[in-house]
T-cell receptor, first 110, second 118 residues
Framework: RKEVEQDPGPFNVPEGATVAFNCTYSNSASQSFFWYRQDCRKEPKLLMSVYSSGNEDGRFTAQLNRASQYISLLIRDSKLSDSATYLCVVEDNYGQNFVFGPGTRLSVLP | GAVVSQHPSWVICKSGTSVKIECRSLDFQATTMFWYRQFPKQSLMLMATSNEGSKATYEQGVEKDKFLINHASLTLSTLTVTSAHPEDSSFYIC??????????????FGPGTRLTVT
């Protein structure tokens, strides 16, 4: 089993739609969790850290379920500019070991 | 968020030559930096973890004598691709980890270096 798994997509959604991504991880000792977005031919950029209590930043909501070992990202009112690949990242060794998921590609269509 | 710079942003070199890529944390001290490689339409692949003042830890399958990493200061890590070959052509991205005590272990990426070996 891969350490971090994501549905590769692509997810093609119309503008204004709500879309959700899930990510599962295998190491129950993982400590920190993140969502990054990566645009084509660019570096990944931190979208948000994911906290145990869940957190929201504008149209984006991230949740963590430690018992089931999955992380989710919800995007409301999708914009064309949200089109990107969303990477789930799990850290499990006090900042020494970051494991990236393969990414989920999102295309928001006009 | 924290700022990480990378230089050069792109380079074209001839087969057999060496290329050095610099990664700098501009507004924080990074005891740990990471080097990744990404081929077109593929995931990021971690090459090595670089800790300031010590030898880098390489991932399995990455030749340490070919990809030389030096992390001599808290704000600079360098990756040298020695005797480059066309199959080394890729997008090389560094990242720096925010130090403990400044939030969770977030890492910030440089803009990447696109290497083309002819």
């Amino acid at each position: 089993r891969k350490e971090v798994e994501q549905d590769p997509g692509p997810f093609n959604v119309p503008e204004g739609a709500t879309v959700a991504f899930n990510c599962t991880y295998s190491n129950s000792a993982s400590q920190s969790f993140f969502w990054y977005r990566q645009d084509c031919r660019k570096e990944p950029k931190l979208l948000m850290s994911v906290y145990s209590s869940g957190n929201e930043d504008g149209r984006f909501t991230a949740q963590l379920n430690r018992a089931s070992q999955y992380i989710s990202l919800l995007i409301r009112d999708s914009k064309l500019s949200d089109s990107a690949t969303y990477l789930c990242v799990v850290e499990d060794n006090y900042g020494q070991n970051f494991v990236f998921g393969p990414g989920t590609r999102l295309s928001v269509l006009p | 968020g924290a700022v990480v710079s990378q230089h050069p942003s792109w380079v074209i070199c001839k087969s057999g030559t060496s290329v050095k890529i610099e990664c700098r944390s501009l507004d924080f001290q990074a005891t740990t930096m990471f080097w990744y490689r990404q081929f077109p339409k593929q995931s990021l692949m971690l090459m090595a973890t670089s800790n300031e003042g010590s030898k880098a830890t390489y991932e399995q399958g990455v030749e340490k004598d070919k990809f030389l990493i030096n992390h001599a200061s808290l704000t600079l890590s360098t990756l040298t691709v020695t005797s480059a070959h066309p199959e080394d052509s890729s997008f090389y991205i560094c990242s720096a980890r925010v130090p403990p005590g400044q939030g969770s272990y977030e890492q910030y990426f440089g803009p990447g270096t696109r290497l083309t070996v002819t």
